[in-house]
């Protein structure tokens, strides 16, 4: 999964985070809606906070 680096920055953990694959409506509970563990957060190495620059991560989910 492509997420922002500032949306891990400080929490780059992979414990703290979960993802939700098929929902389309999250007021609904869908059968076909699973969710994920994040086994792994990567940061891109030149990660700049303050002016965002390379604001970019990957999560690599837990198989099935």
């Known amino acids: 999964v492509i997420t922002a680096s500032h949306c891990v920055y400080g929490l780059s953990s992979p414990y703290y985070y979960t993802v939700d694959i098929g929902v389309h409506d999250r007021s609904k509970l869908e059968s076909w809606a699973t969710t994920r563990k994040v086994v792994s957060v990567?940061?891109?190495?030149?990660?700049?906070?303050?002016?965002?620059?390379?604001?970019?991560?990957?999560?690599?989910?837990?198989?099935?």
């Open 42 to 64: 990567t940061m891109h190495p030149n990660y700049e906070p303050r002016g965002l620059k390379n604001d970019i991560a990957l999560l690599k989910l837990d198989v099935i």
